[in-house]
């Protein structure tokens, strides 16, 4: 199971930071993304890591604002977001996928990121 959190309401500018923990998975063996999902669009990826080299790729829209990272020993994944823009605001999900397969087998619930000019 995924849960994600750190969500909330923020102002334009700001960095917050997400958070995911995993259990009831060996982790490490994982790769772990960030996805959104903004009201009226579809999910989009925004981010991941490797779960062998924990090499790192963005989407465009985030890339030098966000960055993802792991900590295997606490079994987490996080992202944070800087330079807040209000189009950022968006229902931010966690991701799991096993190390080498292309599609993600588990997913978090969700935690709605906003925000404001």
């Known amino acids: 199971q995924l849960q994600a959190s750190g969500g909330g309401l923020v102002q334009a500018g700001d960095s917050p930071r997400l958070s995911c923990a995993a259990s009831?998975?060996?982790?490490?063996?994982?790769?772990m993304g960030w996805f959104r999902q903004a009201p009226g669009k579809e999910r989009e990826f925004v981010a991941r890591i490797s779960w062998r080299a924990g090499s790192t790729y963005y989407a465009d829209s985030v890339k030098g604002r966000f960055t993802i990272s792991r900590d295997n020993a606490k079994n987490t994944v996080y992202l944070q977001m800087n330079s807040l823009k209000p189009e950022d605001t968006a229902v931010y999900y966690c991701?799991?996928?096993?190390?080498?397969?292309?599609?993600?087998?588990?997913w978090g619930q969700g935690t709605l990121v906003t925000v404001s000019s």
């Open positions: 991701a799991a996928r096993p190390g080498g397969k292309a599609t993600y087998v588990y």
């Open positions: 009831g998975l060996t982790f490490s063996a994982y790769t």
